[in-house]
Antibody, heavy 118, light 105 residues
Framework: EMRLVESGGGLIQLGRSLRLSCAAY????????INWVRRAPGKGLEWVAV???????KYADTVQGRFTVSRDSSKNMVYLQMNNLRAGDTAAYYC????????????WGRGTLVAVSS | IQLTQSPSLLSASVGDSVTITCRAS??????LAWYQEKPGRAPKLLIY???SVKLGVPPRFSGSGYGTEFTLTISSLQPEDFATYYC????????FGPGTKVDVK
């Protein structure tokens, strides 16, 4: 069964950095689009970033320049490096798979919580 | 592209037929998906390409629409369907609608 497992969340101070990991099982990350989605407390879902193809990446305006998504194909894992964290980055972070740029997110991880404190 | 959903809150009873509407600010053809989210759990894909039901999703869930107006219908609400529902456009950068919470009347 295809699945994704996130890790790396926690309590982190304002302005610091954190790296989230996303491990994929029963499918190859290099052949798919791996997205990061977050949900802040009391808010809706927000798409954050995607990595696909030959390490192509795209980001939401709210994280552009602060977050970097990368991939280690040998480990079948994707990472989200989050720098200069803000209070507004506090959220549950999910990785999710899609098969193409216009395809829905059909496999989701259970999420990892990030809390940014002042 | 902007997405709106209505209503934002829908109170219903088991057995009711409920409909949620999602509107896009531009033509997105059928690049629309619907998700169900429950507290503490990952979102679950229900409908893709506006009208296709994901394998394993109960047939009481259906999607319709094209272009700028879409609907998600639950034909006979079950206890496990009380949740928040999001539409998502996939024509451009992925974007989720603001969500519709379906709660007990």
């Amino acid at each position: 069964e295809m699945r994704l497992v996130e890790s790396g969340g926690g309590l982190i101070q304002l302005g610091r950095s954190l790296r989230l990991s996303c491990a994929a099982y029963e499918f190859i990350v290099r052949d798919n689009y791996i997205n990061w989605v977050r949900r802040a407390p009391g808010k809706g879902l927000e798409w954050v970033a995607v990595i696909y193809g030959d390490d192509n990446t795209k980001y939401a305006d709210t994280v552009q320049g602060r977050f970097t998504v990368s991939r280690d194909s040998s480990k079948n894992m994707v990472y989200l490096q989050m720098n200069n964290l803000r209070a507004g980055d506090t959220a549950a972070y999910y990785c999710a798979r899609s098969e193409g740029i216009h395809d829905a997110f059909d496999v989701w991880g259970r999420g990892t919580l990030v809390a940014v404190s002042s | 592209i902007q997405l709106t959903q209505s209503p934002s809150l829908l109170s219903a009873s088991v057995g009711d037929s409920v409909t949620i509407t999602c509107r896009a600010s531009q033509d997105i053809r059928t690049y629309l998906a619907w998700y169900q989210e429950k507290p503490g759990r990952a979102p679950k894909l229900l409908i893709y390409a506006a009208t296709s039901v994901k394998l394993g999703v109960p047939p009481r869930f259906s999607g319709s629409g094209y272009g700028t107006e879409f609907t998600l219908t639950i034909s006979s609400l079950q206890p496990e369907d009380f949740a928040t529902y999001y539409c998502q456009q996939l024509s451009d950068f992925p974007l989720f609608g603001p969500g519709t919470k379906v709660d007990v009347k």
